[in-house]
């Protein structure tokens, strides 16, 4: 059974930072691109970053580009989300989701995580 379970969320002050984890099981996890998308409260699925199943090339939507960092470490089935300089408008539920496509962008998502919440509140 293919599993992706999220880690890390949790509440922040603005400028703080958290990491996020995705533990994966139930699949061959260096085959895959691994992606993060977030739906902030009444707003609908925004694509955060994706990062290629070798884990040397990444993207990055523009309004996270120069504060967040995926990475990803195939032997223990992981990849994370660091989040630096976080603001309000990153507060959001944050999940992790497996995309047979290749592509940069999710376009065949056939898994996801149950999420986990993210808040950047003073």
């Known amino acids: 059974e293919v599993q992706l379970v999220e880690s890390g969320g949790g509440l922040v002050q603005p400028g703080g930072s958290l990491r996020l984890s995705c533990a994966a099981s139930?699949?061959?996890?260096?085959?895959?691109?691994i992606y993060w998308v977030r739906q902030a409260p009444g707003k609908g699925l925004e694509w955060v970053s994706t990062?290629?199943?070798?884990?040397?090339?990444?993207y990055y939507a523009d309004s996270v580009k120069g504060r967040f960092t995926i990475s990803r470490d195939n032997a223990k089935n992981t990849v994370y989300l660091q989040m630096n300089s976080l603001k309000p408008e990153d507060t959001a539920v944050y999940y992790c989701?497996?995309?047979?496509?290749?592509?940069?962008?999710?376009?065949?998502?056939?898994?996801w995580g149950k999420g986990t919440l993210v808040t950047i509140s003073s």
């Open positions: 989701v497996r995309d047979s496509s290749g592509s940069w962008y999710p376009i065949l998502v056939d898994y």
């Open positions: 139930g699949f061959t996890f260096s085959g895959y691109w």
């Open positions: 990062i290629n199943s070798g884990g040397g090339t990444t």
